[in-house]
């Protein structure tokens, strides 16, 4: 069985700043595991994923993401912050092969001016 | 390359109606997944269809919810009746394997 976490329904952050949205995850079986984004009445748009190679996965619009087994963890970062980033942001785990694709909550970022 | 195209955008009905989806995945992928996004959450799998085949439908409301892949393309999901709390984003979504799904714009339907 696989489940996500996401740390924080909302976070704000200054434009410029650090942007750390937190994901942790259980799963039976080796994961994969992505990073989307959704803006405003859109569909989601896959900003990275790991599928058991780098455990540090870069990804678009300047977003990074590390595997951490240890830790049965994703955080997803981007050291500067946009307005752009303005977005609600979700963090999924899949097993692959026969194994459906589990979403967290998501986490709705604002960033201030 | 297109993208997943879905329709209608936007959908009102009254409850106790009947209301049908339909979804036209990415070319040549064959897993095809509905989901349903009530607001403020975050999407849970309503279906996966591996071709014209269902690989994962247990949460899906059978009651009340239908889907279909005839011929292993595009789908089309169903409510009949609906209720109040189906009102949610539907969004369908494909994938070539069973990793990177690439989603529609959903279809936003209101039950009143």
């Known amino acids: 069985a696989q489940s996500v976490t996401q740390l924080g329904s909302h976070v704000s952050v200054s434009e410029g700043a650090l942007v750390l949205l937190r994901c942790n995850y259980s799963s039976s079986v080796p994961p994969y595991l992505f990073w989307y984004v959704q803006y405003p009445n859109q569909g989601l748009q896959l900003l990275l994923k790991y599928t058991s190679a780098a455990t540090l996965v870069k990804g678009i619009n300047g977003f990074e993401a590390e595997f951490k087994k240890s830790e049965t963890s994703f955080h997803l970062t981007k050291p500067s912050a946009h307005m752009s980033d303005a977005a609600e942001y979700f963090c999924?785990?899949?097993?692959?092969?026969?194994?459906?694709?589990?979403f967290g909550a998501g986490t709705r970022l604002f960033v201030k001016a | 390359e297109a993208g997943v195209a879905q329709s209608p955008r936007y959908k009102i009905i009254e409850k106790r109606q009947s209301v049908a989806f339909w979804c036209n995945p990415i070319s040549g992928h064959a897993t095809l997944y509905w989901y349903q996004q009530i607001l403020g959450q975050g999407p849970k799998l309503l279906i996966q269809?591996?071709?014209?085949?269902?690989?994962?439908d247990s949460q899906l409301p059978k009651d009340r919810f239908s889907a279909e892949r005839l011929k292993g393309v595009d789908s089309t999901l169903k409510i009949q009746p609906a209720k109040l709390e189906d009102s949610a984003v539907y969004l369908c979504a494909s994938s070539l394997d069973e990793g990177e799904a690439f989603f529609g714009q959903g279809t936003r339907l209101t039950v009143v």
């Open positions: 999924a785990v899949s097993g692959g092969g026969g194994f459906k694709t589990i």
């Open positions: 269809f591996q071709n014209n085949g269902v690989v994962d």
